[in-house]
């Protein structure tokens, strides 16, 4: 994990937002509760937003997904609290949020896909047994 800067005092919305993220880590403790806090719609100076990124640093955890443009996801050196910066097309950063979760809800599969991609691999799997011995088996289990 990195995160060796130190806060200081001469930013007070950076303080602000620290003392928030602290308050919303906290009910995700305690209670499960998530939040989050969406950083452009704040009047951070780029120092600002700079400064916070760096306060909190970066975990173990990341990953990028492509869905009209580039979201790049990164867990914080503080568990629970996650960096999320969509950019448009032309990779201009269109939303900049720190969220308070377990997981983003933009990284967790939704249920239709799971049910899609059982129903592809219900398909290749038969398919696939075709071609093994010519016969079709209708495996049971796996409905």
């Known amino acids: 994990m990195n995160c ?7 930013a007070p919305f950076v303080h602000v937002l620290m003392h928030e993220i602290t308050v919303l880590l906290g009910d ?6 998530e939040g989050a806090i969406d950083l452009r719609g704040l009047p951070l100076l ?10 909190l640093g970066r975990g173990e955890v990341s ?10 996801i990164w867990e914080t050196a503080y568990s629970g609290v996650w960096w999320l910066r969509h950019k448009d097309t032309g990779d201009k950063v ?13 990284l ?3 249920k239709s896909d799971v049910k899609s991609s059982l129903e592809r691999l219900r398909t290749v799997f038969k398919t696939e047994e075709k071609r093994e011995d010519g016969n079709s088996h209708d495996h049971e289990q796996l409905r």
Do not use: C, Y
């Open 108 to 110: 967790k599969t939704h």
């Open 28 to 33: 995700l403790a305690l209670n499960g509760k």
């Open 94 to 106: 269109i939303s900049d949020q720190v969220a308070v979760t377990i997981i983003p809800e933009i």
């Open 46 to 55: 780029d120092q600002d937003k700079k400064q916070l990124e760096d306060l």
């Open 63 to 72: 990953a990028i997904v492509n869905i009209m443009g580039e979201t790049q």
């Open 4 to 10: 060796t800067k130190e806060f200081t005092h001469n």
